[in-house]
């Protein structure tokens, strides 16, 4: 219930294609959905985030979608970038549980130039 | 804005040690989040302080662990008699209450018992 299902283990794209990761849940409570990107050696930093009243949200080349009634989100980077290689986590939380994240496995990402 | 600061940065210590980590979270910052992160890993949540309580622990947090925030602003986590299993980054992160719930990470600690 707890759990939060993220693919693929890892990503490798071409300059300028696009990275989908996918992320699915089990738990009806949560009710935030962030994105994170962290680079090695350093903490993850908050990319793109999304509540469930919404299906899609855009900033930039970051765009999340969202299917409530399947219980997936899933991150898009269009025009992939080689900075853009990082690992990226998606993670879920709800009001009731004190706000704690729930992440997923990760999905290193390969931008090749 | 200074971010969320902790301290060491890292720390190799031998098994059956104590250790201690600091985090200072965002000054305004109400909401403070121990995490721990092993490798090819997510972070995993450990503790919870709204202020100077501690709301929420994790199972994960034994008896070896204990965190405090003694006056709602910096946290300590110390682990007592380390074990090697207990090698991994940890991760504090900082947020406001009400304000759409995004948590601020540090830079971590990464931990090595030999």
């Known amino acids: 219930q707890q759990q939060v299902k993220q693919s693929p283990q890892s990503l490798i794209v071409q300059k300028g294609g696009i990275s989908i990761i996918n992320c699915a849940y089990e738990?009806?409570?949560?009710?935030?959905f962030p994105w994170y990107q962290q680079f090695p050696g350093k903490g993850p930093a908050l990319l793109i985030a999304?509540?469930?009243?919404?299906s899609e949200k855009k900033e930039g080349r970051f765009t999340i979608s969202f299917n409530k009634s399947a219980k997936q989100f899933s991150l898009h980077i269009m025009d992939s970038q080689p900075g853009d290689s990082a690992t990226y986590f998606c993670?879920?939380?709800?009001?009731?549980?004190?706000?704690?994240?729930?992440f997923g496995q990760g999905t290193t990402l390969q931008v090749k130039p | 804005d200074t971010g969320v600061s902790q301290n060491p940065r890292h720390k190799i210590t031998k098994r059956g040690q104590n250790v201690t980590f600091r985090c200072d979270p965002i000054s305004e910052h109400n909401r403070l989040y121990w995490y721990r992160q092993t490798l090819g890993q997510g972070p995993e949540f450990l503790t919870y302080f709204q202020n100077e309580a501690q709301l929420e622990k994790s199972r994960l947090l034994s008896d070896r662990f204990s965190a405090e925030r003694p006056k709602g602003s910096f946290s300590t986590l110390e682990i007592q008699r380390t074990e090697q299993g207990d090698s991994a980054m940890y991760l504090c992160?900082?947020?406001?209450?009400?304000?759409?719930?995004?948590?601020?990470f540090g830079p971590g600690t990464r931990l090595l018992v030999l």
């Open positions: 993670a879920a939380s709800g009001r009731s549980n004190t706000g704690k994240l729930i």
């Open positions: 992160a900082s947020s406001l209450s009400g304000a759409g719930e995004t948590q601020y």
């Open positions: 738990n009806t409570a949560f009710d935030y």
């Open positions: 999304i509540r469930p009243d919404v």
